[in-house]
């Protein structure tokens, strides 16, 4: 199966700065998501992303399909950005294959 | 709109016991996926459900069952509980192949 890796396991920084977390996976896919598992362990949407870039306030995302790989971006960090970001792939029949997720803790 | 709602939101359990958890997807929405998130690491797949079909299956032993009614709402059922199967259970919805939806999940504790 589909194979993801995530990097870096964990990242700490000050409120206000910035961070790149990459995605790295195996094959092709059709889909590509990041979240956000808040402390409760929901998962938040952030970006439905299999190829291209977009942008959503301070965050942006952007998948090069054919180097199989999804970076993205949090500008200005905030202590409320805490959590843990996932990255999500799919093939064929959705079954999406989840990285290891980063860490992410934003000091004040 | 309302999201993914899942049932209940926490469960404890004792070995041995069987245990039904239920979702409901968001209107409109055919597909309906399982997920097992154990403490520390990424949720596994468990099944796919889309038109009340089975599609797809994780690496999870028979114990395991699912099934997908005619409103597309869902049911994971899970016999013969084992300690390792405390986990929080992650239902998501979606349409084939494009943007999936998390529910807030069922934290299960097995004792």
């Known amino acids: 199966g589909i194979q993801v890796e995530q990097s870096p396991p964990d990242l700490i920084l000050q409120e206000g700065a910035n961070s790149t977390l990459r995605c790295n996976f195996s094959d092709s896919v059709n889909n590509l998501q990041w979240f956000h598992q808040n402390p409760w362990g929901q998962l938040i949407n952030l970006f439905y992303i299999p190829s291209g870039t977009k942008q959503n306030g301070r965050l942006s995302a952007t998948t090069v399909a054919t180097e199989r790989y999804s970076l993205l971006y949090i500008s200005s960090s905030q202590t409320t950005d805490s959590g843990v970001y996932f990255c999500a792939v799919g093939g064929g029949v959705n079954d999406m294959r989840f990285g290891a997720g980063t860490r992410l803790t934003v000091k004040p | 709109d309302a999201g993914v709602t899942q049932s209940p939101t926490h469960l404890i359990k004792t070995r041995g016991q069987h245990v039904t958890l239920r979702c409901s997807p968001i209107?409109?929405?055919?597909?309906v996926s399982w997920y097992q998130q154990v403490l520390g690491q990424g949720p596994q797949f468990i099944f796919q459900y889309y038109e009340k079909e089975e599609r797809g299956r994780g690496n999870f032993p028979d114990r395991f069952s699912a099934r997908q009614f005619p409103n597309y709402s869902s049911e994971l059922n899970v016999n013969a509980l084992l300690l390792g199967d405390s986990a929080l259970y992650l239902c998501?919805?979606?349409?084939?192949?494009?943007?999936?939806?998390f529910g807030p999940g069922t934290r299960l504790t097995v004792t």
């Open positions: 209107s409109g929405h055919k597909s």
């Open positions: 998501a919805s979606g349409m084939m192949s494009y943007e999936q939806y």
